[in-house]
């Protein structure tokens, strides 16, 4: 596969507030090591160098993570009113994310979720990874919760694999990672979390494929291409289709509008274009909903987390 470069970044969304990026494996999201030069920050600045704001470290304030080795869809704030709206967005747990994944072994229920409280883990030597709660060095634990679904069944390299559809229902470092990983399902080229042992894929088989972002006045709402297929990757051979991929993130687009319908309503806000656009027909923003984003804009001074 080819490995990522200053050229090779992947825009999925651009208005005048936002840019959504399909973040390349294996990329840092910045980095303030000198000999690092190749991150997503250096890509963006690279590419939109009039967008850079002088006012962050960084000169783009990135509005969640995504680890060194997930690639997949990542949202970017173009001003710190966009920042605001979309850290509102991640607060008030309103964003919807969905990656793909290949796990080892054969995953049994087509459906299933997983319920471990995860925390740091100060066990000496292990100090950069997250744990169960209830393991040897685990403190702090938080709940966390993620649903998995099962998409195919196959081979990776000759071992039974699965390809999955996760679903974080809270936020916490490696929380997939963590979580399949107690399952007794680690993800495919998972060097930490496999304490070294799986060296031999390329990259680590996770992938953010689907992101929704309801945005006071500007929903995103971006899928990636599929990196997970023999085509991409002959190593991948599916046997058996559980559920299409289209289906079940179908379901999900359904229900993510559905949650979002106020009062009234009766259906969910038509995507924006790619420039940022309104399309015609959509529903203009009510006073009451502009004032309260206003409010709460005026309040909320701190940069958001990254």
Not at 12 to 36: G, T
Not at 69 to 82: E, R, W
Not at 125 to 138: A, F, P, R, S, Y
Request: glycine share 6%; aromatic share 8%.
């Amino acid at each position: 596969m080819e490995p990522g470069h200053i050229e090779n970044l992947s825009i999925l969304y651009q208005s005048s507030d936002f840019i959504v990026v399909n973040k390349h494996w294996d990329l840092r999201i910045d980095s303030k090591m000198w000999y690092e030069t190749l991150t997503l920050q250096s890509q963006l600045k690279h590419h939109f160098p009039e967008l850079a704001d002088p006012d962050t470290y960084y000169g783009f304030r990135f509005c969640h993570q995504l680890d060194f080795s997930t690639s997949g869809a990542l949202c970017v704030a173009l001003n710190k009113a966009a920042a605001g709206r979309a850290y509102k967005c991640f607060k008030e747990r309103q964003v919807t994310k969905a990656y793909l994944a290949l796990v080892r072994g054969h995953v049994q229920e087509s459906r299933m979720t997983i319920n471990h409280a995860i925390g740091k883990n100060t066990t000496e030597g292990l100090t950069h990874m997250m744990c169960i709660e209830g393991t040897e060095g685990c403190e702090n634990a938080k709940p966390c919760l993620t649903e998995l679904t099962v998409l195919e069944r196959g081979l990776y390299d000759g071992d039974p694999v699965s390809k999955v559809l996760l679903q974080p229902l809270t936020g916490r470092t490696h929380q997939l990672r963590v979580h399949c990983s107690s399952s007794g399902h680690p993800i495919v080229g998972d060097f930490t979390y496999s304490f070294k042992k799986d060296i031999r894929p390329f990259r680590m088989m996770l992938h953010a494929f689907y992101l929704r972002i309801p945005t006071c006045g500007e929903l995103i709402e971006v899928s990636t291409p599929d990196p997970f297929v023999p085509t991409l990757d002959a190593n991948w051979q599916p046997q058996h289709q559980v559920q299409p991929l289209e289906h079940v993130i179908h379901t999900l687009k359904i229900a993510a509008a559905a949650a979002d319908l106020s009062p009234g309503e009766t259906s969910p806000p038509p995507l924006g274009g790619q420039d940022g656009s309104t399309p015609k027909g959509r529903a203009k923003e009510s006073a009451e909903q502009r004032a309260r984003c206003q409010q709460w804009l005026a309040e909320w001074t701190a940069e958001p987390e990254n």
